[in-house]
């Protein structure tokens, strides 16, 4: 048997090895099966699933499936035994520790003003539950393109129970957001409890009730959120969206020409990007865009400007004054700190 021992067959008799659960499944069918069968699987020897047959040593005999679960058993509660023993302990220990700390006002889990929300669930536990204490108001930063279908569902139900108590939204999206029809499904049946404004580029998510308690992933894809409650960050995060929003253009109103023939505005958006040294993923990104459909617009700009290199290009957007400021309008007039109005 030599070559062939547990380290083979690293399991225990509750999940035999595809060859053991052969030998043994046939050996309890017949009753017994020849020992040169087991050579290739050890593990039932040692796991005293098989037995040598006391009338014939050349045969092996199986352990009847009922003493092993016995046994099984008994193990798996030996173990459950020792955890519970070990949780108490620790348990015990850091009660101890946990009297010598001063008393707190509230839970760390439910009274902070920052609390880490883990997972998809509690994330929209809270929303909702921000969502129905919410009297006023609500402001949201979406970025990204083109908002998806799903999105958009998701948090229906809680766009339309604050319109029923008379909370009125505001929402920032890209420009990029525009061409989405299911956005403006959405802000059709919203009506008037919904204003929308689009930039180039804004920050990254943000939901804000009433300006006391505000929600910010923290982690790329989302499944880990914060929830803000400290007062100077929620008034930081307030400021931020007011100043952004008086630089936004209204979703009913068309985007500013560039004064340039054959430039749009998202190209003028991409020059300016692409004059401050970003690279197309960067570009795309902040555009709420897909690298490809950046490079496309890439390749309109050099062909527009005459431009034969990237670097020839630069040069040609800082000629034609295509690397100033974007989105600076007529729209800067809209109040902004202070008592925003809110239409």
Same mark, same amino acid.
Do not use: F, K, W, Y
């Given at each position: 048997m030599?070559?062939? %021992?547990t380290d083979e067959h690293p399991h225990g008799a509750d999940r035999l090895c595809e060859a053991g659960d052969r030998v043994y499944s046939r050996a309890v069918r017949r009753g017994r099966v020849p020992r040169e069968d087991?050579? !290739?699987? !050890?593990c039932l020897l040692e796991l005293a699933l098989l037995h040598p047959d006391p009338d014939d040593m050349d045969w092996l005999v199986p352990t009847s499936p009922q003493e092993v679960m016995t046994r099984l058993l008994r193990g798996v509660h030996d173990e459950v035994s020792a955890s519970q023993r070990r949780m108490g302990s620790a348990v015990a220990a850091f009660e101890w520790y946990a009297g010598l700390a001063p008393q707190q006002r509230s839970s760390a889990a439910e009274g902070s003003s920052i609390r880490v929300l883990d997972g998809l669930s509690r994330i929209q536990?809270?929303?909702?539950?921000a969502t129905e204490a919410c009297t006023t108001e609500?402001?949201?930063?979406?970025?990204?393109?083109? $908002? @998806?279908?799903?999105?958009?569902t998701e948090g229906l139900h809680r766009a339309l129970a604050l319109r029923g108590r008379g909370v009125r939204m505001r929402d920032l999206y890209t420009h990029v957001a525009r061409h989405g029809q299911g956005l403006l499904n959405y802000l059709e049946l919203m009506g008037d409890?919904?204003?929308? $404004?689009? #930039?180039?580029e804004v920050i990254d998510r943000l939901i804000l009730f009433d300006r006391t308690v505000a929600f910010i992933p923290a982690s790329p894809d989302r499944t880990l959120a914060l929830e803000l409650r400290h007062p100077a960050l929620v008034n930081y995060l307030f400021t931020t969206f007011e100043r952004l929003w008086r630089l936004a =253009?209204? #979703?009913?109103? @068309? #985007? @500013?020409?560039?004064?340039?023939?054959?430039?749009?505005? $998202?190209e003028q958006s991409i020059a300016a990007l692409l004059a401050e040294g970003h690279q197309d993923a960067v570009i795309a990104e902040r555009l709420g865009i897909s690298v490809r459909t950046c490079r496309a617009h890439i390749a309109r700009l050099s062909e527009t400007l005459g431009a034969a290199s990237r670097t020839? #290009?630069?040069? $040609? =957007?800082?000629?034609?004054?295509?690397? %100033? !400021?974007?989105?600076?309008?007529p729209y800067l007039?809209? !109040?902004g700190q202070g008592s925003p109005t809110v239409r």
């Open positions: 030599a070559g062939h %021992g087991a050579g !290739p699987v !050890p536990a809270a929303m909702d539950a609500v402001l949201t930063v979406q970025p990204g393109g083109i $908002r @998806p279908e799903h999105e958009l409890a919904v204003e929308a $404004r689009t #930039l180039d =253009i209204p #979703l009913t109103a @068309p #985007l @500013p020409d560039t004064g340039i023939e054959g430039i749009s505005h $998202r020839q #290009l630069g040069v $040609r =957007i800082a000629q034609v004054g295509l690397d %100033g !400021p974007r989105d600076a309008g007039s809209v !109040p």
